[in-house]
């Protein structure tokens, strides 16, 4: 079957009235950021962030318009406030009364997944730490040690997942309301870059990359899982925010590489986990070194040691390092990470090595079993 037309997903839309209103949401250009591929329907509805709470029905009745279509496999709907619908920005802060900082409370996360026992971010301050690469090999290296685990690509702009995981095409979805997620080398899943194709740009705002990212989050059927590791963004804008305040995450892993322009990004990244009272798990330092392969010398192209000394320095535990090498980019590109393709070699062993300091630092506890010997590069 073929993908509903957008005009006939506005049509349905057309049906969808707002009570308050009296008018429809597409009329009254509530309806943003519509994507329609391999037959899921996404898009999101712009409120009125004071209504926000009240319009839930309403996000409910216009997911239940589109999925009437005959073409549509999945829809999903969600809510965003970047401003009040059809009126003015909201104003600025005081000049002379600044906003306060928000700050998550640890009773007040408005997701709960039941039978995820913990959900950790993996970030960075900057781009370019290769901490997507990290979070594969790291998910990949927690299946390795005996846990449950899964893994969303929460970088709606640039995600990565699909391809460094070789998984690609839609999720199935059991009821049109919620969405499997996808098993790759042991590990469950889930990315945006399923509904959307790899070249198409996400051209979204904020508060519409938050409510992707919620949604993934809330409608996916994760199952049992030891860990759900998050792929965040890189940067400390709105999606990490977002997380950190709805999500009882247990912890955040902060990547970066040696040089200190890095790890001043790394720095800040670490600071806004702490000011939302997110525990940081630890520091991993990637692209430490380069070991030639043809005569063995070592050479440290970023410097080396740096992330060390800083977790040393900020009073976090450091988690290792991740050697520059060949098979790490080369494996990633044709979607099995390092740590899979040759799970009796030194790359997988860092990366083993790294979760199970990851886990003992999150838990207390050393990982159930180990599944291959520990090895470590030296």
């Not at 759900?228 to 963004?233: F, R």
């Not at 390092?321 to 062993?349: C, K, M, Q, Y």
């Amino acid at each position: 079957m073929a993908d509903p037309t957008q005009e006939a997903v506005l049509g349905a839309l057309r049906t969808v009235i707002d009570p308050e209103r009296c008018q429809d949401i597409v009329t009254l250009g509530m309806v943003g950021g519509l994507t329609i591929r391999d037959r899921h329907v996404l898009f999101a509805l712009d409120v009125d962030p004071e209504r926000g709470p009240a319009l839930e029905p309403l996000r409910v009745e216009a997911e239940a318009a589109v999925r009437k279509l005959p073409d549509v496999l999945s829809v999903t709907a969600m809510l965003t406030a970047h401003r009040p619908a059809g009126g003015a920005a909201p104003a600025a802060p005081s000049a002379t009364r600044p906003a306060a900082p928000a700050r998550a409370k640890p009773g007040g996360r408005t997701i709960e997944l039941p039978g995820v026992g913990h959900i950790v971010a993996v970030a960075s301050g900057k781009g370019g730490v290769g901490k997507s690469t990290v979070a594969a090999n790291l998910a990949v290296g927690l299946v390795q040690n005996g846990l449950k685990v899964g893994l969303l690509d929460a970088d709606i702009y640039g995600p990565s997942m699909p391809r460094m995981m070789g998984v690609g095409g839609k999720p199935t979805t059991p009821d049109g309301k919620t969405l499997d997620p996808k098993p790759a080398h042991g590990v469950q899943v889930m990315s945006i870059g399923f509904m959307v194709d790899e070249e198409t740009p996400m051209i979204w705002r904020g508060p519409m990359v938050q409510s992707a990212i919620t949604q993934m989050l809330r409608d996916v059927n994760w199952g049992t899982l030891d860990v759900l590791l998050v792929d965040m963004p890189p940067g400390t804008g709105d999606a990490q925010l977002t997380l950190a305040q709805s999500v009882p995450l247990s912890g955040a892993i902060i990547v970066s590489t040696p040089q200190d322009i890095a790890l001043l990004d790394a720095r800040k990244g670490l600071n806004m986990f702490r000011k939302v009272e997110v525990p940081v798990l630890g520091i991993v330092e990637n692209m430490s070194y380069f070991c030639c392969p043809n005569c063995g010398h070592r050479s440290e192209i970023f410097g080396h040691g740096g992330a060390r000394a800083e977790a040393g320095r900020l009073d976090v535990p450091f988690l290792g390092e991740v050697p520059l090498e060949i098979s790490v980019r080369t494996t990633s590109d044709t979607g099995t990470p390092a740590a899979a393709a040759e799970p009796a070699g030194a790359i997988a062993g860092v990366f083993r090595q790294i979760a199970a300091t990851a886990w003992q630092s999150l838990t207390g506890e050393a990982a159930p079993r180990r599944t291959a010997p520990r090895i470590v590069m030296q």
